[in-house]
């Protein structure tokens, strides 16, 4: 990746606020020309600094009220248990993060849950039957204080 400059950076700034502005907007929000300011995107999106483009659903009304952080702890560290384990939970439809940690959990998972019954659907169907898990801790979050996609850049 080449190194990003203060354009660059503008750029970023701009689409991590509004993914769908379009080029003309963009280019005129960091005072460029719409075509240097394309070249300027393709390249971003080329060398993997730009991911992908998407729409950030409302929870409330898709009717995903719950969110419940899962700390996962492992019966062993072996690579095979480790990538077994990765392998399945990838595969259930309400996590939408998995982090290997660092500390007491080897694994913190978010999942999005209906409401206290789905959860307990969800960890029935698919958290119970994990591969490698020793242990299994649950928190609910009572309430979103800040939440943001956005990167610090």
């Known amino acids: 990746m080449s190194r990003m400059d203060a354009l660059d950076i503008k750029l970023l700034k701009a689409l991590q606020k509004d993914g769908r502005m379009s080029n003309a907007e963009l280019a005129e929000s960091v005072a460029l020309s719409p075509s240097a300011c394309h070249r300027?995107?393709?390249?971003?999106?080329r060398?993997?600094?730009i991911r992908?483009?998407?729409a950030l659903?409302?929870?409330?009304?898709?009717d995903r009220r719950a969110t419940v952080f899962v700390e996962i702890t492992l019966k062993g560290q072996a690579d095979e248990i480790l990538q077994a384990f990765e392998r399945q939970v990838?595969?259930?439809?309400?996590?939408?993060?998995?982090?290997?940690?660092?500390?007491a959990a080897d694994y913190l998972l978010?999942?999005?849950a209906r409401d206290t019954d789905d959860f307990a659907r969800i960890h029935r169907q698919y958290?119970?039957?994990l591969p490698g898990v020793a242990q299994m801790q649950s928190s609910f979050a009572l309430r979103t204080v800040f939440k943001t996609t956005a990167l610090p850049l």
Do not use: F, S, T, W
């Not at 300027?40 to 999106?45: I, T």
């Not at 659903?57 to 898709?62: G, Q, S, T």
């Not at 990838?90 to 500390?103: K, S, T």
């Open 40 to 45: 300027r995107v393709q390249r971003l999106e």
């Open 110 to 112: 978010k999942v999005v």
């Open 52 to 54: 992908n483009y998407v």
């Open 47 to 49: 060398e993997g600094v």
């Open 90 to 103: 990838a595969l259930i439809p309400d996590v939408l993060e998995c982090h290997l940690m660092a500390g």
């Open 127 to 129: 958290l119970a039957r």
């Open 57 to 62: 659903l409302n929870p409330r009304a898709v």
